[in-house]
C-alpha cells in the first residue's frame, strides 16, 4: 500500500517560498500522476498542482500558475511543491496524493487513491 507522508509546511510572510515534499513510502511514485491540494477552514480540498506519471504533463490552476511548480525526484521517491510569491490567501493546509492516471493528470480529488495526512501552510506578517 503506497503511503505518502507530506513535510515542510510553516509560517511565512508574503512574498515568501516555501518548499513541500511529499516522500512516499511502499511503492514508487513514477508509476503514479502526482497531485497537490489545499483546504482552507470552511472550503472545499482544491487542487493545485498535478504532474503525469510520465512527467510530460503538469496542471495548474490561475490562481497559482507562475508562483508554484511540481517536480519529481525518483531517485529519493519524493515530490516537491515549490511555492514562491506567496500570498496571504495560500493559506490552508497542503496535501500530496497520488492516482493510478496514465499520461494525463488532474486536479480533481476524486481521481485519487492514496493521500498523505497534510502540512499546514500560513501566509501572514
Known amino acids: 500500500q503506497l503511503q505518502l507522508v507530506e513535510s515542510g509546511g510553516a509560517l511565512v510572510q508574503p512574498g515568501g517560498s516555501l518548499r513541500l515534499s511529499c516522500a512516499a513510502s511502499?511503492?514508487?511514485?513514477?508509476?503514479?500522476?502526482i497531485g497537490w491540494f489545499r483546504q482552507a477552514p470552511g472550503l472545499e480540498r482544491a487542487g493545485v498542482a498535478c504532474?503525469?506519471?510520465?512527467?510530460?504533463?503538469?496542471y495548474y490552476p490561475d490562481s497559482v500558475r507562475g508562483r508554484f511548480t511540481i517536480s519529481r525526484d525518483n531517485a529519493r521517491n519524493t515530490v516537491h511543491l515549490q511555492m514562491d510569491n506567496l500570498k496571504s490567501e495560500d493559506t490552508a493546509t497542503y496535501y500530496c496524493?497520488?492516482?493510478?492516471?496514465?499520461?494525463?493528470?488532474?486536479?480533481?480529488?476524486?481521481?485519487?487513491?492514496?493521500w498523505g495526512q497534510g502540512t499546514q501552510v500560513t501566509v501572514s506578517l
Open positions: 511502499g511503492g514508487t511514485l513514477d508509476h503514479y500522476a
Open positions: 496524493a497520488a492516482a493510478t492516471l496514465q499520461a494525463m493528470c488532474l486536479v480533481t480529488p476524486d481521481h485519487y487513491e492514496y
Open positions: 504532474l503525469s506519471n510520465d512527467d510530460f504533463i503538469t
